[in-house]
């Protein structure tokens, strides 16, 4: 009885896995959007934001669908980050952006709803970036700009996490697709930070793309 019942269990885990890995496809894209970081500077207590810094974000990613309604999906983009902070000194407007780039790496689980011609989806995951450039423009009315290279004082890696939902269309050889992803930074962003004092950076991506059929 007991071989009968093995027999039949392994039976039903191949057929279980003959089922996911037949529906298993890959799908190759690019991906152009536009982004809006900022930091967050946090000291006892108190949690200080600068303004939004607005940019680019552009790469590729590869649609991993696992079921129909899951897929994994890596990415490779260029991120452009950082914030901009404005004050008013004695009839004086001094401000300061920070002008930071990176290469990110998100690994991302999309779990999707089908409907016809059309899959809304939500998202998550982790984002690692790998720092490429690091500058900092101060700028005073009257008074020539100034600029700054912060790379050697800023943490190589940035990471997070990612949220979002999109939308993607099924056309005969392209899947188009539009998609909202929310970052939270884990990490400092100094290589040597204060103890007493905490700045991670945080932003959206508005992106659209395509992706191939293979």
């Given at each position: 009885m007991s071989k009968r019942f093995l027999s039949i269990v392994a039976g039903a885990v191949v057929l279980f896995n003959a089922a996911v890995f037949a529906q298993v496809s890959v799908q190759p894209g690019i991906t152009?959007?536009?982004?809006?970081?900022?930091?967050?500077?946090?000291?006892s207590g108190i949690t200080v934001t600068a303004d939004s810094r607005m940019g680019l974000v552009a790469g590729g990613v590869f649609d991993i669908s696992v079921m129909n309604l899951l897929s994994i999906e890596p990415g490779l983009l260029y991120s452009m980050r950082g914030m901009k902070m404005e004050e008013s000194i004695q009839g004086y407007t001094e401000t300061i952006t920070d002008n930071f780039?990176?290469?990110?790496?998100?690994?991302?689980?999309?779990?999707?709803?089908?409907?016809?011609?059309?899959?809304p989806?939500?998202?998550?995951?982790?984002?690692?970036?790998?720092?490429?450039?690091?500058?900092?423009?101060?700028?005073?009315?009257?008074?020539?700009?100034?600029?700054?290279?912060?790379?050697?004082?800023?943490?190589?890696?940035?990471?997070g996490l990612d949220f979002g939902a999109g939308i993607e269309f099924s056309l005969p050889k392209i899947t188009p697709f539009v998609e909202f992803v929310y970052y939270m930074g884990l990490l400092d962003l100094a290589k040597n930070p204060d103890p007493d004092v905490s700045t991670k950076s945080n932003g959206w991506e508005i992106k659209a793309g395509l992706k191939f059929k293979m």
């Open positions: 152009v959007g536009m982004s809006s970081f900022t930091e967050k500077s946090s000291s780039s990176y290469l990110a790496i998100p690994v991302h689980a999309k779990l999707k709803y089908p409907l016809p011609m059309m899959k989806y939500a998202l998550a995951g982790l984002n690692l970036g790998i720092l490429l450039s690091a500058k900092q423009k101060w700028e005073m009315t009257g008074q020539p700009s100034e600029e700054y290279d912060l790379k050697d004082s800023s943490s190589t890696v940035d990471m």
